[in-house]
Nanobody, 117 residues
Framework: QVQLLESGGGLVQPGGSLRLICVAS????????MGWYRQAPGKERELVAK???????VYEDSVKGRFTISWDSAVKTVYLQMNSLKPEDTAVYFC???????????WGQGTQVTVSS
């Protein structure tokens, strides 16, 4: 089994920064794609960023140049550095882990990010 535990959300003013942290534990050796998704009220969950093999990154268009995803294999942690935050970034952010080998995915419980003055 895999557990994903997020932290780092909170309230920040527009233009501010936050760093989300997701610690993976359990049977994680097969996880090769880690990602961050978000879900705003009344909207569907959407991909924010993902990293494959610890190196190849993909970003949703609206966060390109502002957000950075990274994976530290030594501590089994994926980060999302969010800069220049906007009110439209307000959402619950979820950590996601996917195993291409077993075709299974795992979710964290989510962490709230609110961007407001």
């Amino acid at each position: 089994q895999v557990q994903l535990l997020e932290s780092g959300g909170g309230l920040v003013q527009p233009g501010g920064s936050l760093r989300l942290i997701c610690v993976a534990s359990g049977s994680i050796s097969s996880l090769n794609i880690m990602g961050w998704y978000r879900q705003a009220p009344g909207k569907e969950r959407e991909l924010v960023a993902k990293i494959t093999g610890g190196e190849i990154t993909v970003y949703e268009d609206s966060v390109k140049g502002r957000f950075t995803i990274s994976w530290d294999s030594a501590v089994k942690t994926v980060y999302l550095q969010m800069n220049s935050l906007k009110p439209e970034d307000t959402a619950v952010y979820f950590c996601n882990g996917f195993s291409s080998l077993y075709k299974r995915e795992y979710w964290g419980q989510g962490t709230q990010v609110t961007v407001s003055s």
